[in-house]
């Protein structure tokens, strides 16, 4: 009898439990923003006008706030301040909020003021857009997303950057097959944002280009003093017999100017295949020349026994 009960309770606490979930939907609550990036250069005293995209994901109407806020950069990531003011807090106009309807999509018209002060270099920020006033936002489970802003004003700004490293990943001489991964570490040690582009022709000793590798292809921005390993792409392989010294030539350009940073990576491909094929190569022409020399040997004593 008291399992019966037990049961009977169990089932009603199962069916009370799935009615409240049904009756009580938790609704999803989302945002996309576009683009996730935009760069801007131009002169102090300039007024920039554009616009973004706001969705609202959610299944219900929802109001969004954007705030904005500083980042920088450590070790090839975005590294944000909450609460930190961004110096393009004062110069980005944008609506106080935006109010969509489930599934709805607005274009957003914004103005950058640029003051006639406002100093050379990389200026950047990030647009926040979330579920909850700034205000509320410490105390809220709130829903946002992000757009990052690069501006340069143009003045006295030091493009300057470093190669930190250039060698093939792994950091190996002698190589099985010819390697399609490299380390390619920048610096920017300037004070504005860089975007280095460039590519690696993997060449043999006869100058026949075998490999083209794109460098940073997906467009990484680095900013000030930091620095990134950046990614490599293949764009076409040439299959040949791999044998041998090859080398690997970098061209990476950056900034306005360009520059050009050239450099060269040596290796050697040897696989296991030819090391032993070779081997066993040279150990017929060693028993070769060791028959040969012994046959000789005997037709120089047999003429002289004549």
Request: aromatic residues 14%.
């Amino acid at each position: 009898m008291r399992r019966s009960r037990l049961f009977f309770y169990c089932f009603l606490f199962l069916i009370l439990t799935a009615g409240f979930a049904v009756i009580n939907p938790n609704p999803v609550l989302a945002v996309t923003v576009g683009p996730a990036k935009i760069e801007y250069r131009t002169n102090a005293g300039n007024v920039i006008n554009d616009t973004l995209v706001l969705i609202n994901e959610g299944e219900t109407k929802q109001t969004f706030w954007p705030a904005f806020e500083k980042f920088t950069e450590m070790n090839g990531e975005k590294q944000f301040f909450p609460g930190e003011p961004a110096e393009l807090d004062n110069w980005i106009k944008l609506p106080e909020s935006i109010t969509l309807e489930p599934k709805e999509q607005k274009i957003i018209p914004f103005t950058i003021e640029v003051p006639k002060n406002a100093p050379p270099g990389g200026h950047f920020a990030v647009i926040w857009w979330g579920t909850a006033p700034e205000g509320q936002r410490q105390m809220s489970i709130i829903t946002r997303a992000g757009i990052l802003v690069y501006l340069q004003v143009s003045g006295d700004v030091n493009e300057s950057a470093q190669l930190l490293k250039f060698a093939p990943e792994g950091g190996r001489l002698i190589w099985g097959k010819i390697p399609e991964n490299f380390i390619v570490l920048f610096k920017n040690s300037g004070n504005t944002y860089l975007k280095p582009q460039g590519e690696i022709n993997v060449k043999n000793i006869f100058g026949n280009k075998l490999i083209n590798l794109a460098v940073n292809s997906v467009n990484i921005i680095l900013l000030p003093d930091g620095e990134k390993n950046l990614q490599i792409n293949k764009k076409f392989y040439k299959s040949s017999f791999a044998f041998g010294f090859y080398k690997a030539e970098l061209n990476l350009r950056w900034g306005d100017k360009p520059e050009l940073i050239h450099k060269n990576a040596w290796f050697f491909v040897l696989s296991w295949q030819q090391a032993l094929f070779s081997i066993i190569i040279l150990v017929l022409l060693l028993f070769g020349l060791k028959k040969s020399i012994r046959k000789y040997s005997q037709w120089i004593v047999s003429k002289g026994a004549k």
